[in-house]
């Protein structure tokens, strides 16, 4: 079964301070992985997609990372700011259909702190 | 930011109404999207629409219907509203891009059924 499992389900840092936010997945066969951001009440907007030739990829603040191998994914942080407030999910898409199929992971809701 | 839209954002109606969400996008993007999501949980794909005369059911069973006469406009009509429909209803659009297929979603209607 094609599935994506955050971690943690949610996190409290202080402002200033790096975070991890971690995404395994199971989903195959496999075509590119996004992390996107959502704000409570909106909708989400994409940070990052990687495909199966990349392993890292920078929007800024954040850092996505790709192993394939392994099908874990991770999300860094640097200097978050109170606005990184929000729920981070983890999409997979797989290659099996024009439709371009995506699985969602419930998301990490990040809380900063100031 | 993309541009699409929802209307209304948030809707408080009884039980038994005839609604409709409204979802509109001015990128000219043939596939659009409906998701519902409930709080804490993982998006689900309820309607997607490869294009104009073009509408599919998701993944999750929905009461609701869709319609696509419009490129840019792709409503959700539930004919008879009831508690277990209150939930997030997310639109999105994506571009023809089959790397990526990446998908731009809107703000989202909060619907709450009495």
């Known amino acids: 079964k094609n599935q994506v499992e955050q971690s943690p389900q949610s996190l409290i840092i202080l402002e200033g301070k790096n975070c991890t936010l971690q995404c395994n997945y199971t989903v195959s066969p496999f075509s590119n992985l996004r992390w996107y951001k959502q704000d409570t009440g909106r909708g989400p907007v994409s940070l990052t997609i990687?495909?199966?030739?990349?392993n890292t990829k920078s929007n800024g603040r954040y850092t996505a990372t790709l192993d394939a191998d392994t099908k874990q994914s991770s999300l860094h942080i640097t200097a978050s700011q109170l606005s990184d407030s929000a729920s981070y999910i983890c999409v997979v898409s797989d290659r099996g259909s024009t439709l371009g199929r995506l699985y969602f992971g419930r998301g990490t809701q990040l809380t900063v702190w100031p | 930011e993309a541009d699409i839209y929802q209307t209304p954002r948030y809707l408080v109606i009884g039980t038994g109404k005839k609604i409709t969400l409204e979802c509109s996008q001015t990128m000219g993007h043939d596939k659009m999207y409906w998701y519902q999501q409930d709080p804490g949980m993982e998006l689900h794909l309820i309607h997607y629409s490869y294009g104009v005369n073009s509408t599919e059911k998701g993944d999750l069973s929905s009461e609701s219907t869709v319609s696509r006469i419009r490129t840019e406009h792709f409503p959700l009509t539930l004919e008879s509203a009831r508690p277990s429909h209150t939930s997030q209803y997310l639109c999105?659009?994506?571009?023809?891009?089959?790397?990526?297929?990446?998908?731009?979603f809107g703000p989202g209607t909060r619907l709450t059924v009495t």
């Open positions: 990687m495909t199966f030739s990349e």
């Open positions: 999105a659009s994506s571009d023809e891009d089959r790397a990526s297929y990446e998908q731009y």
